[in-house]
T-cell receptor
Framework: DAGVIQSPRHEVTEMGQEVTLRCKPI?????LFWYRQTMMRGLELLIY????????DSGMPEDRFSAKMPNASFSTLKIQPSEPRDSAVYFC??????????????FGEGSRLTVL | QKEVEQNSGPLSVPEGAIASLNCTYS??????FFWYRQYSGKSPELIMS????GDKEDGRFTAQLNKASQYVSLLIRDSQPSDSATYLC????????????FGTGTSLTVIP
């Protein structure tokens, strides 16, 4: 089975431009997570979807960030306008959440964003 | 207080020694605990999960969980240079709607 698929793997853009990151979760998983990783702050949870519904977006830094999950097999994270401090590796991860607990997280390979 | 805390290290051990990694968490109701390994430039990969108090062994890895103390650890026996990586503790917190929270990671170097 294919794992979590993210695109693009690398993105270099200029400040002020719009950035869209994409994620395809593992088929059958009902939870999707977007994380941002930097050396200073480690892995930060940005937003969490369950059954395509955003459950908690309290980690989204500010209004410049938005995320959507229009169906069970696709999610996007958009930054508009981008700023140099947004430079980081953005990971998408998916899991299956049951009634008792949540199974392990499977990560995509990440999207490395550089904003000049 | 952060939800999940780890000693950032770096931790260095000689080849063949035991490496001990520690993690504490804030949500007493948490039920699922995981250790991930992340090589430089790669994504985190799961190496151990533990759900009940006590020890769980898988090859050279042993996870230990103490819910009363809100503490989880990972022991790596017979450490190998290939174990050199950052180890991330993750907790699935029920009181926050099943989000996964990660510690900042402990960098481990195994010296040949």
């Amino acid at each position: 089975d294919a794992g979590v698929i993210q695109s693009p793997r690398h993105e270099v853009t200029e400040m002020g431009q719009e950035v869209t990151l994409r994620c395809k979760p593992i088929s059958g998983h009902n939870s999707l997570f977007w994380y941002r990783q930097t050396m200073m702050r480690g892995l930060e949870l940005l937003i969490y979807f369950n059954n395509n519904v955003p459950i908690d977006d309290s980690g989204m830094p500010e209004d410049r960030f938005s995320a959507k999950m229009p169906n069970a097999s696709f999610s996007t994270l958009k930054i508009q306008p981008s700023e140099p401090r947004d430079s980081a590796v953005y990971f998408c991860a998916s899991s299956f959440t049951g009634t008792a607990n949540t199974g392990e997280l499977f990560f995509g390979e990440g999207s490395r964003l550089t904003v000049l | 207080q952060k939800e999940v805390e780890q000693n950032s290290g770096p931790l260095s051990v000689p080849e063949g020694a035991i490496a001990s990694l520690n993690c504490t968490y804030s949500d007493r109701g948490s039920q699922s605990f995981f250790w991930y390994r992340q090589y430089s430039g790669k994504s985190p990969e799961l190496i151990m999960s533990i759900y009940s108090n006590g020890d769980k062994e898988d090859g050279r890895f042993t996870a230990q969980l103490n819910k009363a103390s809100q503490y989880v650890s990972l022991l790596i026996r017979d450490s190998q240079p290939s174990d050199s990586a950052t180890y991330l503790c993750a907790v699935n917190m029920r009181n926050t709607g099943n989000q996964f929270y990660f510690g900042t990671g402990t960098s481990l170097t195994v010296i040949p």
